[in-house]
């Protein structure tokens, strides 16, 4: 370990001012100006060796006393970073710092740390531990941040920054597997954001990683056209948005995700080049704001997802779009249609293959609403598509209720045909002239009566086993009794689905 006298001048600045955490500024122009990505030039005046820094953080024998704040501005850092399983003394402040080599953080405890506007070729941070915040905002990494399993306090911060996978430095494009963040079961007790200017060339890894103070990626950009843009099987969090432009070239995966409170997709960009645009099987999310600004690029799969209230709008739904056993409590659209259910029942017809539950679950909203018109309107629908899927024999009998009793939804329809042929028998039987079974008995002959005995198989009325015809008008009356069975048939067909619906 280095003692004060082995120390440059610049590192023993930084070290005469850990007690106090004075900010040791080391920019002055010179080659390279003061941009970090270019502090390969930058001299001795601003080079600072990493060992130095790391005995000073960790409360080497410096002559003031016990460390603060270490705060480094505009630095070179030559050799590795290595604080692996060190606890550090004080705090860690680098901004606008060049590190030649990888930071190693891993194993290690840290109090509030910040790397802002660094040039940093990676990050290993598996098992780090925070007391406090960590910062990477506007800061440069070259190569994968790793914080697998790690645990943090209070805030991380990622704005502005941008992160390019290792695999990638050489200009290749991003394929399956290719990760700029790696962060599975990392820890968050505060807030993660990812805001404004963020950029990912490579996949986010978030497997199972917790956000109890949410996750904010309001416009930012992940670029993984190969591969998955974001992983987050079975992430939770308070709140996810990736939001207000946010876009994402690759899928977007969060299965078996439990989001307590929003999950916003609010004007983003889902581009999953033909594939999984979003794949949310199994996800849970108090709000879900499906709204993004273009048709998803790809699958969206919502397959038994939950949510309480759904919000979507003209673009939500691509062609391949899954939704056997989604549930919602409330559906909010910001979609423009004249008729609102002739818009939910094409969103549910544009659905590959036959589901029942879709169907059941819309009418179960429109009945919760009190519409309990669209509600049949909506279980009619679901009948004629599954009639789709029966052989020749069941669509025909599918076709018989659906033109007399809408599958039992519309009763009504057998009252019209009733009516309807009960004019057309009493049009033709008043003309010709009936027989009578026994003459000069019996009561007198009634069009209208003898063609509603004819269509009504239960019961009689008198008239049909009184008289009876010749020629055409008695095969027409064997066409209404045979009429009738088929219409009777339906009618207790349909009382009977209603009945089993009940």
Request: net charge neutral; hydrophobic share 40%.
């Amino acid at each position: 370990m280095l003692t004060y006298q082995d120390l440059t001048g610049p590192e023993q600045r930084i070290w005469d001012a850990c007690a106090t955490g004075a900010p040791v500024d080391l920019r002055g122009g010179g080659p390279g100006g003061d941009d970090p990505a270019g502090g390969a030039a930058w001299g001795e005046g601003r080079t600072v060796r990493a060992e130095a820094i790391a005995t000073a953080l960790l409360g080497g024998d410096g002559p003031v006393g016990p460390v603060r704040v270490l705060h480094l501005i505009g630095a070179r850092v030559t050799g590795r970073l290595d604080l692996r399983g060190l606890t550090a003394a004080g705090e860690l402040r680098l901004e606008g710092c060049h590190f030649e080599e990888q930071v190693v953080l891993r194993d290690a405890t840290l109090r509030s740390t910040s790397l802002s506007g660094c040039r940093i070729p990676g990050l290993d941070g598996w098992l780090l531990k925070v007391d406090g915040n960590l910062f990477f905002e506007n800061s440069l990494l070259d190569g994968r941040l790793t914080l697998t399993r790690a645990h943090i306090t209070g805030e991380l911060r990622l704005s502005g920054a941008r992160l390019t996978a290792t695999e990638l430095l050489d200009g290749d494009e991003p394929a399956t597997g290719v990760w700029a963040l790696w962060a599975g079961g990392l820890v968050m007790d505060g807030g993660c954001f990812a805001r404004k200017g963020f950029h990912a060339r490579g996949g986010l890894r978030l497997v199972g990683a917790r956000f109890n103070g949410g996750l904010f990626m309001e416009r930012a950009r992940i670029d993984s056209p190969g591969g998955d843009a974001l992983t987050g099987d079975d992430l939770s969090a308070s709140t996810l948005v990736l939001a207000d432009g946010f876009t994402a070239t690759g899928s977007v995966r969060l299965p078996g995700a439990a989001i307590r409170s929003r999950l916003s997709l609010d004007t983003a960009v889902l581009d999953g080049r033909g594939a999984v645009a979003l794949d949310g099987r199994r996800l849970t999310a108090g709000d879900l704001q499906l709204t993004p600004a273009a048709t998803p690029n790809g699958t969206v799969d919502l397959q038994d997802a939950q949510t309480a209230v759904l919000h979507d709008n003209a673009h939500s739904w691509p062609a391949d779009t899954r939704l056997d056993g989604f549930g919602y409590a409330s559906l909010q659209s910001s979609a423009t249609a004249a008729e609102p259910v002739a818009h939910r029942l094409a969103w549910l017809a544009a659905l590959p293959g036959y589901s029942p539950q879709p169907y059941e679950q819309l009418a179960a909203w429109y009945r919760k609403i009190g519409h309990d018109d669209d509600a049949r309107r909506v279980l009619l629908e679901k009948q004629r598509r599954r009639r789709r899927t029966l052989g020749l024999p069941g669509r025909l009998w599918g076709r018989l209720l659906d033109a007399t009793v809408g599958y039992g939804y519309r009763p009504w329809q057998a009252v019209l045909w009733l009516g309807g042929l009960a004019l057309l028998g009493t049009l033709v039987f008043r003309h010709g002239a009936p027989q009578q079974v026994k003459p000069g008995e019996g009561i007198p002959f009634n069009p209208l009566v003898y063609t509603l005995d004819l269509l009504i198989p239960i019961g009689g009325l008198g008239q049909r086993g009184a008289w009876y015809w010749t020629g055409a008008q008695q095969w027409f009356g064997y066409s209404l009794t045979a009429l009738g069975w088929l219409l009777t048939t339906a009618v207790l067909a349909g009382i009977s689905r209603t009945l089993n619906r009940a």
